[in-house]
């Protein structure tokens, strides 16, 4: 069976979208990732039973990084109502991107302290579309990044490696040259308490995706959303 996940878009932005998708293709579970997790808290009546959600808290809500993006006290606070009717395998703190600055750091960081379950991380990927984004709306941390990066889109394996080792339980998604969890693993069946598949393949996505190749995406959209967040993949 098929397991649904909005990594096109905001779960919660495009929710009628999503929901509609995972009943169409008739979905095992669905994978909700949000910056807006108390859109999800307020829907939670029609939300599908097999559900995991993403609640993506960076810290950055309502700066020049995030402007569409609710500021991370109130994000946490639905985060951990969420926990509380789901349970902590099912709601996952999601850290994505780290910003890595030193600010940055100690904004992720200091977010854990409020992890109840699962956490997953992921450090800023400084694609070349995105630095005059960042350039034009927040100098400081542009160039503190650019210093950082160089030419590159990651960071070096030993500044990444270096990051990475403080936050020692958190599943890593997509990092180069570390063991990754895919956004669908085996945990998520776990969660839920569904039979694991017979055949773990991954699928067949950007070259360090650790995802199982039963994921189906479940939003249309290819394009930056309301969010407006300056590092977005999305050009």
Not at 65 to 82: F, N, R, S
Not at 103 to 116: F, K, M, N, P, R
Request: a positive charge; aromatic letters at 8%.
């Amino acid at each position: 069976m098929p397991v649904g996940i909005t990594e096109r878009g905001d779960a919660a932005i495009y929710l009628r979208e999503w929901l509609e998708a995972a009943e169409r293709k008739r979905v095992d579970f669905t994978i909700a990732i949000t910056k807006a997790p108390h859109v999800l808290l307020e829907n939670i009546a029609i939300l599908p039973k097999n559900l995991i959600i993403h609640a993506t808290v960076t810290g950055w809500g309502g700066t020049t990084l995030e402007p569409g993006v609710l500021e991370w006290k109130h994000k946490i606070e639905a985060y951990l109502k969420l926990v509380r009717l789901l349970g902590p395998e099912r709601v996952v703190l999601r850290i994505d991107p780290i910003i890595p600055i030193a600010e940055g750091l100690e904004i992720a960081q200091h977010l854990t302290t409020y992890c109840e379950g699962r956490l997953r991380i992921s450090i800023l990927d400084l694609y070349k579309h995105i630095v005059p984004r960042l350039i034009s709306g927040n100098d400081y941390v542009a160039n503190a990044l650019l210093n950082k990066y160089g030419s590159g889109i990651h960071l070096s394996a030993s500044d990444r490696n270096e990051i990475l080792s403080k936050f020692p339980n958190a599943e890593i998604c997509g990092e180069p040259g570390f063991i990754s969890t895919g956004c669908v693993s085996l945990n998520d069946y776990q969660a839920l308490y569904l039979p694991v598949p017979i055949k773990n393949s991954l699928a067949n996505q950007r070259q360090h995706c650790s995802c199982l190749a039963q994921k189906v995406e479940l939003l249309s959209h290819r394009g930056q959303c309301k969010h407006g967040c300056l590092y977005c993949y999305w050009k």
